[in-house]
């Protein structure tokens, strides 16, 4: 089941500023009961850590998962979980948004959740219940961009991969569209054949995209963007 998606993570601002850029990487989908186990001397290239994830203190990806889900009410009885992430490459991970499609035993979709790191070192995630359109909305409660305040709504499309990525995010503030986040990409085997040129390509995948989160921050400063406050954040319950 594990599969790479070679993609590319394109953002568009049209407020306050337009401004546009485009990242190309590489994403996990994994089974987070089962994470892939490479050979020895790849391992340093792919870690899946469950203290990465839902406050890290669960002792597996999945218990953190449940741990969440419980807090919302919500019971897979078991049911399968497919989780689309970053690995820890060389010891450092930076997950912006790591997604989870969670099913019943049945193998019926019965929500997805979407867990967002900010680079001040918090999460905070999201439990949508996409309808027939695959577009679920939800209020946004979390500091991301230092551009935009804490307020308006999400519109997002999360269909579960299959050969093809296609995930769009959109913030919405007074009904319009002020932000929009979308990753395109074809699945490849998780096989090392496939994992090596990947990771040769994008060297430090997820110190890259930190690193270019800061760098184009800075640009919008410089160009004049207004930094919003940041407000505590009250950690959830399952997440902290």
Request: with cysteine.
């Amino acid at each position: 089941m594990p599969a790479l998606y070679p993609c590319t993570i394109a953002h568009l601002r049209t407020s306050p500023r337009r401004y546009a850029l485009r990242h190309r990487t590489y994403l996990w989908y994994v089974d987070p009961d089962r994470p892939p186990r490479l050979p020895l001397l790849l391992r340093p290239l792919a870690r899946f850590d469950a203290r990465d994830h839902f406050g890290g203190r669960s002792p597996t990806l999945r218990a953190g998962l449940e741990r969440y889900l419980a807090a919302q009410g919500v019971d897979l009885a078991g049911g399968p979980v497919t989780m689309l992430t970053q690995a820890r490459v060389f010891g450092y991970v930076f997950n912006p948004l790591t997604l989870y499609w969670c099913h019943d035993p049945s193998g019926a979709l019965v929500c997805v959740v979407a867990e967002v790191h900010n680079t001040y070192g918090e999460r905070h995630c999201y439990l949508l219940r996409p309808e027939g359109s695959q577009l679920a909305s939800v209020e946004k409660e979390f500091y991301v961009s230092p551009f935009f305040p804490v307020d308006g709504d999400y519109l997002m499309r999360l269909p579960e991969p299959g050969q093809s990525l296609n995930l769009t995010v959109r913030l919405m503030r007074s009904g319009k569209p002020v932000f929009t986040a979308t990753v395109r990409g074809e699945r490849r085997a998780a096989t090392p054949s496939v994992l090596l040129p990947l990771a040769l390509r994008h060297p430090w995948s997820t110190a890259v995209a930190s690193l270019a989160i800061r760098l184009h921050g800075i640009r919008l400063y410089l160009r004049g963007l207004p930094v919003r406050p940041r407000p505590f954040h009250r950690p959830q319950e399952g997440v902290e």
